[in-house]
Nanobody, 121 residues
């Protein structure tokens, strides 16, 4: 299975930016996605990127977040701009071989990262 390692989280003031990275070993999954979870809430899909370049975004982050990839580095990024306090959560990278993950319909992809905390105040 693909192993995923996230980085780039931190604390930022509202209106600020962060870029999360997800380094993948065994890269080649059809869909790479970013999810987030706040304590007491369900994990929610944030952004997805397929190997053929399709992107999906949650309505709450559209026009503020951008998912991209550097194939040479086997890394997927989540650029987060104009951050809001409600964006505070643990952010997880995920990988799967099907489209369901990128449509935020799949809750058990074959790989999850360990998560990186984003705090917006």
């Amino acid at each position: 299975h693909v192993q995923l390692v996230e980085s780039g989280g931190g604390s930022v003031q509202a209106g600020g930016s962060l870029r999360l990275s997800c380094a993948a070993s065994g890269y080649g999954s059809y869909c790479m996605g970013w999810f987030r979870q706040d304590p007491g809430k369900e994990r929610e899909g944030v952004a997805g990127l397929t190997s053929d370049g399709r992107t999906t975004y949650a309505a709450s982050v559209k026009d503020r977040f951008t998912i991209s990839q550097d194939s040479a580095k086997a890394t997927v990024y989540l650029q987060m701009n104009d951050l809001k306090p409600e964006d505070t959560a643990m952010y997880y990278c995920a990988a799967d071989g099907g489209l369901g993950l990128c449509l935020f319909l799949l809750t058990n992809p074959y790989s999850w990262g360990q998560g990186t905390q984003v705090t917006v105040s």
